[in-house]
C-alpha cells in the first residue's frame, strides 16, 4: 500500500519594504533591498536573492535586509520542495538560517524537509532547536511528534500532539493521527525490539525463535536485492517495521483481514493468518519483499506516483504472475472487461470489495511487467526519477517510454485477450 506523506506549507512574506528613512546615507543597498521587495512580489525569488545579497553585502546589520534575504531562501525552497528537489532546497533553507540564525521559521522548515526526506535525527534536532527559539509554536510541535512517530517513539509523538489539541483542538488530521498513535501504542506497548544495521523491528511476545530469523533474514536480503533492481537505490536507516498478529494488525491499522500488510512510513504486517497459524517463509518473504519495495520507491519517487505503479512494481518485483494469475485476466479481457490505467490511479484500500481489490492488482501487476520485461529496468528506473523530479503522472510515461495511458492499456489487453 502506498503511503502519501504530507506536512505543513510554510507561510513566508516579506516583513517590509524599506522605509524611506532606511539607511538614508546609504542609497546603494537601499536600492538593493527595494529591486529585491519588487522581484519578490513578482514571484522571482532568484532574481530576489540576487538583490537581497547584495544590500546584506553592503548592510550586513541590517535585520530588514537579513529578514527579506531569509525570506527570498525560504521561498525559493519551498518552490523546490513543491518539485520533489529536497537537496536544493534543504541547501537554501540552511542558507536562511545562516542569514537571519534568531529566525524560528527557517528552522522548522528545515525540520520539515528533514522529515519529508526521512531523516529523523536530523528532523527532530532542528525541531527541537526551532521549538528554544520560540516555545509553544504549534506547527513545530506538531512536526516534532510526526518525526517521534516516524521515529517509532509512539508515546513521545503523542505528549507533542497533546500539546498542540489542548491549545487547538480542532487542528485538522490531527486528532486522527493522534489516535492512530494512541491505537498502536495500545498494541504494541509490550512487543520486543530488535535493531540491524538498516531496519528496527518491533514484533510481539512468544514469536518464534526461527521465525524471528527469518524476518531478519528476508528484511537484510531484500534491501540488497531491491536495491540492486532498482539500480542501487537504498533508503537510510533506520526502515522501521511492526510486526503482528492478525487480530492485533487490525486493531492497529484498522485495516480488514484481506490487507496482507501495509506500508504507511512504518512496514506493518501480520505474522498469522486469520486463523492464527504462523505464515510460512515463502509467504513472510513475498509481503515483506513487496512493502519493503514501497520504501525504495518512496525514497525516489516521494509521494508523486500512481498507485497502479507504486502497487504494480511492489508485485513485479515480490513475485512472477502465476498460471491462476494469467487465467483470470485473460477470462477478465475475454468478457470485455477494460483495462483502465486512470481508473487504478486513486489509492483502492478503501473503496474496493476484496474480489476488485485483487483484480486491480493484477492489472497493476501485468502493467508493470509489461513495461518491467519489454523496455528494461533502466527506463523504470528512469520512470521513477522523473515521478520523483515532479513531473505528472502521464507525462512522465511519455518522456520515459513515448506511449501514453492509451498505448500502454492497449498493449497489456493485447497480450491477455
Known amino acids: 500500500m502506498h503511503y502519501r506523506h504530507s506536512f505543513p506549507k510554510i507561510a513566508l512574506t516579506l516583513i517590509a519594504t524599506l522605509a524611506a528613512s532606511f539607511l538614508a546615507a546609504q542609497s546603494h543597498p537601499a536600492n538593493y533591498n527595494n529591486e ?35 525570506n527570498a531562501y525560504q521561498s525559493e525552497a519551498n518552490a523546490l520542495a513543491l518539485n520533489n528537489d529536497f537537496r536544493n532546497a534543504i541547501r537554501y533553507v540552511e542558507a536562511a ?7 524560528p521559521s527557517p528552522v522548522i522548515q528545515l525540520g520539515s524537509y528533514y522529515l519529508r526526506t526521512d531523516n529523523l535525527d536530523a528532523a527532530i534536532d532542528r525541531l527541537e532547536e526551532a521549538i528554544v527559539l520560540k516555545p509553544g509554536d504549534l506547527t513545530a510541535h506538531e512536526l516534532l511528534g510526526q518525526a517521534y512517530y516516524q521515529d517509532n517513539d509512539l508515546s513521545s509523538a ?19 493521527k493522534y489516535e492512530k ?25 512468544k514469536v518464534p525463535a526461527s ?29 522501521h517495521v511492526i510486526l503482528y498478529t492478525a487480530e492485533q494488525f487490525s486493531e492497529a491499522t484498522q485495516l480488514e483481514g484481506h490487507v496482507g500488510a501495509v506500508y504507511d512510513g512504518k512496514i506493518r504486517a501480520p505474522l498469522t493468518d486469520s486463523e492464527g497459524n504462523w505464515l510460512s517463509n515463502q509467504e513472510l518473504e513475498r509481503r515483506l ?30 513475485k512472477s504472475l502465476s ?31 476484496p474480489s476488485s481489490l485483487r483484480l486491480a492488482y493484477l492489472k497493476s501487476h501485468a502493467t508493470v511487467t509489461l513495461l518491467w520485461d519489454r523496455y528494461g529496468r533502466n527506463k523504470m528506473i528512469g520512470l ?15 518522456a520515459t517510454y513515448r506511449r501514453g495511458y492509451a498505448l500502454i492499456e492497449r498493449d497489456v489487453t493485447g497480450i491477455y485477450r
Not at 521465525?211 to 528476508?218: G, K, N, P, Q
Request: net charge negative; proline share 6%.
Open 97 to 103: 538560517i545562516d542569514v537571519d540564525p534568531r529566525n
Open 323 to 353: 498460471n491462476n494469475d494469467v487465467r483470470r485476466l485473460r477470462e477478465h479481457f475475454n468478457r470485455g472487461g477494460e483495462m483502465s490505467l486512470a481508473s487504478l490511479e486513486a489509492n483502492q484500500i478503501n473503496r474496493l470489495d
Open 384 to 398: 521513477l526519477r522523473a515521478l520523483g523530479d515532479g513531473m505528472g503522472y502521464e507525462s512522465a510515461l511519455q
Open 36 to 70: 529585491g521587495v519588487a522581484a519578490y512580489k513578482a514571484g522571482n525569488f532568484a532574481e530576489a536573492i540576487r538583490q537581497f545579497e547584495q544590500a546584506y553585502k553592503e548592510a550586513p546589520d541590517s535585520a530588514v535586509v537579513r529578514r527579506n534575504l531569509c
Open 181 to 205: 498513535a494512541f491505537r498502536e501504542e495500545s498494541v504494541e506497548y509490550d512487543f520486543n525490539r530488535w535493531k540491524s544495521r538498516h531496519f528496527r523491528i518491533s514484533y510481539p511476545p
Open 158 to 176: 503523542r505528549a507533542q500532539w497533546d500539546y498542540v489539541l489542548e491549545i487547538e483542538p480542532n487542528r485538522p488530521g490531527l486528532n486522527e
Open 211 to 239: 521465525l524471528r530469523s527469518s524476518v531478519f533474514s528476508i528484511l537484510d536480503r531484500a534491501y540488497v536485492d531491491i536495491g540492486r533492481q532498482l539500480g542501487g537505490i537504498y533508503p537510510p536507516p533506520p526502515i
Open 289 to 318: 519483499t513487496h512493502e519493503y519495495v514501497h520504501v525504495a520507491v518512496r525514497h525516489v519517487a516521494g509521494a508523486n506516483i500512481p498507485w497502479w505503479l507504486n502497487e504494480g512494481l511492489a508485485e513485479t518485483l515480490s
